[in-house]
């Protein structure tokens, strides 16, 4: 067995053994590569910083006087709303970047260097929820200044705010999972648009369930993202929970729980 067998052996044997401090430490230094490409091209936060802006004036100047009567009453409905969709939307990022990482062969530039398998995967979703938390912050900044004061106080604001951004993480290792399976960029795109599309807009973000014909009312009421808004609408306008937060709160677990080992099994195959 030749020199160069003997170091790739040792090497695979290195990488299996790695322990669960330098799977973490390897893991937030490619978060930390996931944040310096985001400085490096700031472009890549248009979607977290304009959107929740576009959407949020758009939107409740559009529906608050129709829905609400004016605008005023209508912040408390719609900036829970706008902050779930947008907030969730922008974990598609996660798949289609990780795509494009693929396919530019970055991933196999890491196999070859002596670091846990998993941590290019891992820091890739602890980046994401940098982009999580602008979102956030800029939705409840951006309702704020319209007028926007949630009863419950700044402490349940927090909360409502850590719940979401956890709940997106969560449904980012959907769209990890079609970043690692799928064949291009666009097909990610593609496919997490075609499924986000109907959760986000057939929900209760915009207009009481209550006005819709009732098979779509049912569709509203069983609708993941509906649970999660009206969770948010409770802590920040009234300091309660009900069985809406229980049941984001199990969907992610349950989502984390059957994803991210499909995740983390298609990923060490490709890579």
Request: glycine share 6%.
């Amino acid at each position: 067995m030749n020199q160069t067998a003997i170091n790739a052996g040792s090497e695979r044997r290195l990488r299996k053994y790695t322990s669960l401090g330098q799977t973490i430490r390897n893991s937030l230094t490619m978060a930390y590569r996931g944040l310096l490409k985001i400085k490096r091209t700031p472009e890549q936060l248009f979607d977290v910083t304009l959107q929740p802006i576009i959407f949020t004036l758009m939107f409740t100047y559009i529906f608050g006087g129709a829905i609400s009567g004016d605008v005023q009453s209508y912040l408390p409905v719609i900036i829970p709303g706008i902050l779930v969709q947008t907030v969730i939307t922008t974990s598609i990022v996660t798949g289609v970047q990780l795509r494009e990482d693929m396919d530019k062969g970055v991933f196999d530039r890491f196999k070859s260097l002596p670091i846990a398998r998993i941590a290019p995967l891992a820091g890739a979703l602890l980046a994401d929820t940098v982009r999580y938390t602008i979102a956030t912050v800029l939705t409840f900044s951006m309702g704020y200044l319209m007028g926007y004061r949630p009863e419950a106080g700044i402490g349940f604001v927090a909360l409502s705010a850590v719940i979401v951004i956890f709940c997106s993480w969560a449904i980012s290792w959907i769209f990890a999972f079609f970043g690692v399976i799928a064949r291009s960029a666009s097909s990610v795109q593609g496919i997490s648009m075609l499924a986000l599309f109907p959760l986000t807009f057939l929900s209760n973000a915009f207009v009481p369930v209550e006005t819709m014909p009732k098979w779509l009312e049912w569709l509203a009421n069983i609708n993941p993202v509906s649970h999660l808004i009206s969770a948010v609408r409770e802590l920040t306008n009234s300091g309660t929970a009900s069985q809406h937060l229980a049941i984001s709160l199990i969907g992610a677990a349950v989502i984390v729980l059957v994803f991210a080992p499909l995740t983390v099994k298609a990923y060490m195959r490709r890579t």
